[in-house]
């Protein structure tokens, strides 16, 4: 009977996701339909010498309603076949054109199907001038449009976990140097050059961290952290430089204490810290970070990357919370602004309001205080976490849960300061600004970080 019910219960997960997807639309007079990724398996293909690297991806998926697929993919498409035929890529936009997607140009029964893809990936690498070895990596934000795994490789959108096996090769020169693998998935080494990474089936587009470089081209210390489930996790920290590597493995040993303390044990089977740069984007057990923040980062495991956001409607609860922490999880015996609308937005939208990281962190300091009495806003949070870790939820999922916990009616709040549904202005303009945490970075800064 347990058997029974876990598997029903795994089935009613996996296909959760896309009930949760934006709505449906028409394209010139066809329906296109958002989809359930099942699995995908990707061959990334680095030559050498021709200085070029290609995708190849098996994507098997699930169509719900009758319509043309949508998925995502930002590189050059240079074929793709559906169930051994070819097939027609193009790119559309979403009704209110807040974003755009990719679409396979036939109309489809509801089932299963499978995709193969190929396309070139040019964003975030760089080949040598001889040709003996390349870097790459998934660099990704939430604060600019189609910046997750669709820069890469194709993906559903944040609303869909799925599995992927990527496979990494590199032809094309018989003397190339060594390279290594930094990520947050199953690592393994099949020979020289030759790499296969298994990401769990929890992840989804914003999850991947994968970073291909040079063997020995950065300092890194590995250890195991204990933690408070009694579970060895593995830890790499890894920099171009010494002090930042010392520096960031006391502070990240101090940070997982402190939030293992108030939300429980961490969430993912290891963890990679990469200190670079300025500010910082958070993986699920992975981030690439400046030392300043590393915290921030690091309780992004728990709310961003470990509890997951829908969408672009959701993703301002883990920049609230994670922002909340930084000021010292602090109490406010009423919001400081007027009201905002930073989960009111298009259903279409993708990337989190920065308002979250100034308004939406006060108003976490607002629950804390109305939260007093049930040990505050730590324990409700320790608590949605424990309900909805490796499961991605909305604003609406977070406020019920916050009003069956407590007791209380959130309606009036939420529709003020975080849905937006009063005529207020916000009276806090100074409030979106440039997070710390989140520096944009340019192409050429991040092709520095590679
Ligand atoms: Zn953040």
Same mark, same amino acid.
Request: aromatic share 12%; charged share 20%.
């Given at each position: 009977m347990k058997v029974f019910l876990l598997t029903m219960l795994s089935i009613n997960l996996a296909v959760a996701g896309i009930s949760f997807a934006p709505k449906n639309f028409e394209v010139k007079g066809s329906q296109a339909v958002f989809v359930d990724f099942i699995t995908m398996e990707s061959v990334v293909t680095y030559d050498l010498k021709e200085k070029e690297t290609t995708a190849e991806s098996t994507i098997h998926f699930k169509v719900i309603k009758k319509g043309k697929p949508l998925f995502d993919l930002k590189e050059k498409v240079i074929r793709a076949t559906l169930t051994g035929s070819p097939v027609k890529i193009v790119e559309v936009d979403s009704p209110d054109r807040e974003t755009s997607y990719m679409m396979v140009d036939q109309t489809l029964e509801p089932g299963d199907y499978t995709l193969t893809l190929t396309n070139l990936i040019e964003a975030n690498q760089r080949y040598?001038?001889?040709? /003996?070895?390349?870097?790459? +990596?998934?660099?990704?934000?939430? *604060?600019?449009?189609?910046?997750?795994?669709? !820069?890469?490789?194709?993906?559903?959108?944040?609303?869909?976990?799925? +599995?992927?096996?990527? @496979?990494? /090769?590199? =032809?094309? &020169?018989? /003397?190339?140097?060594? @390279?290594?693998?930094?990520? &947050? #998935? !199953?690592?393994?080494?099949?020979?020289? &050059?030759?790499?296969?990474?298994?990401?769990? %089936?929890?992840?989804?587009a914003s999850s991947f961290y994968y970073h291909l470089s040079v063997q020995n081209s950065f300092e890194k210390t590995s250890f195991n952290f204990k933690s408070i489930n009694g579970k060895q996790v593995p830890v790499v920290v890894y920099s171009s430089s010494t002090s930042n590597v010392r520096s960031a493995t006391t502070k990240?040993?101090? =940070?997982?204490? %402190? *939030? %293992?303390? /108030?939300?429980?044990?961490?969430? @993912?089977?290891?963890?990679?810290?990469?200190?670079? #740069?300025?500010?910082?984007m958070e993986h699920s057990g992975a981030t690439r970070t400046s030392l300043y923040a590393l915290g921030h980062e690091l309780i992004h495991s728990y709310y961003a990357r470990g509890v997951m956001p829908m969408d672009g409607n959701s993703g301002w609860m883990d920049e609230a919370i994670a922002s909340w922490r930084d000021d010292g999880y602090q109490v406010a015996q009423r919001p400081s602004f007027g009201s905002s609308t930073m989960s009111g937005h298009s259903p279409y939208r993708r990337t989190t309001d920065r308002k979250a990281y100034s308004q939406g962190a006060n108003f976490m300091a607002y629950l804390n205080y109305q939260l007093s009495e049930q040990g505050g806003l730590i324990a409700f949070l320790k608590h949605f976490h424990d309900l909805n870790s490796h499961k991605s939820v909305t604003t609406k999922m977070f406020k019920q849960e916050l009003e069956s916990y407590s007791g209380m009616s959130f309606t009036r709040e939420f529709d003020r300061y975080i849905y937006g549904q009063k005529k207020e202005q916000s009276t806090d303009k100074a409030g979106v600004k440039e997070n710390p945490y989140h520096v944009e970075l340019s192409e050429k800064e991040l092709e520095n970080l590679l």
């Amino acid at each position: 009977m347990k058997v029974f019910l876990l598997t029903m219960l795994s089935i009613n997960l996996a296909v959760a996701g896309i009930s949760f997807a934006p709505k449906n639309f028409e394209v010139k007079g066809s329906q296109a339909v958002f989809v359930d990724f099942i699995t995908m398996e990707s061959v990334v293909t680095y030559d050498l010498k021709e200085k070029e690297t290609t995708a190849e991806s098996t994507i098997h998926f699930k169509v719900i309603k009758k319509g043309k697929p949508l998925f995502d993919l930002k590189e050059k498409v240079i074929r793709a076949t559906l169930t051994g035929s070819p097939v027609k890529i193009v790119e559309v936009d979403s009704p209110d054109r807040e974003t755009s997607y990719m679409m396979v140009d036939q109309t489809l029964e509801p089932g299963d199907y499978t995709l193969t893809l190929t396309n070139l990936i040019e964003a975030n690498q760089r080949y040598d001038w001889y040709g /003996k070895s390349v870097r790459a +990596a998934f660099w990704m934000s939430d *604060l600019t449009d189609r910046k997750y795994l669709e !820069q890469y490789l194709p993906t559903n959108l944040e609303f869909d976990q799925f +599995a992927l096996t990527m @496979h990494v /090769k590199m =032809v094309g &020169n018989a /003397k190339m140097d060594l @390279h290594e693998v930094y990520t &947050n #998935g !199953q690592l393994t080494v099949n020979g020289k &050059n030759d790499f296969t990474i298994e990401f769990p %089936e929890y992840f989804t587009a914003s999850s991947f961290y994968y970073h291909l470089s040079v063997q020995n081209s950065f300092e890194k210390t590995s250890f195991n952290f204990k933690s408070i489930n009694g579970k060895q996790v593995p830890v790499v920290v890894y920099s171009s430089s010494t002090s930042n590597v010392r520096s960031a493995t006391t502070k990240t040993k101090k =940070v997982l204490a %402190e *939030l %293992e303390g /108030k939300l429980g044990a961490w969430p @993912h089977p290891s963890l990679v810290v990469y200190v670079a #740069g300025s500010g910082g984007m958070e993986h699920s057990g992975a981030t690439r970070t400046s030392l300043y923040a590393l915290g921030h980062e690091l309780i992004h495991s728990y709310y961003a990357r470990g509890v997951m956001p829908m969408d672009g409607n959701s993703g301002w609860m883990d920049e609230a919370i994670a922002s909340w922490r930084d000021d010292g999880y602090q109490v406010a015996q009423r919001p400081s602004f007027g009201s905002s609308t930073m989960s009111g937005h298009s259903p279409y939208r993708r990337t989190t309001d920065r308002k979250a990281y100034s308004q939406g962190a006060n108003f976490m300091a607002y629950l804390n205080y109305q939260l007093s009495e049930q040990g505050g806003l730590i324990a409700f949070l320790k608590h949605f976490h424990d309900l909805n870790s490796h499961k991605s939820v909305t604003t609406k999922m977070f406020k019920q849960e916050l009003e069956s916990y407590s007791g209380m009616s959130f309606t009036r709040e939420f529709d003020r300061y975080i849905y937006g549904q009063k005529k207020e202005q916000s009276t806090d303009k100074a409030g979106v600004k440039e997070n710390p945490y989140h520096v944009e970075l340019s192409e050429k800064e991040l092709e520095n970080l590679l």
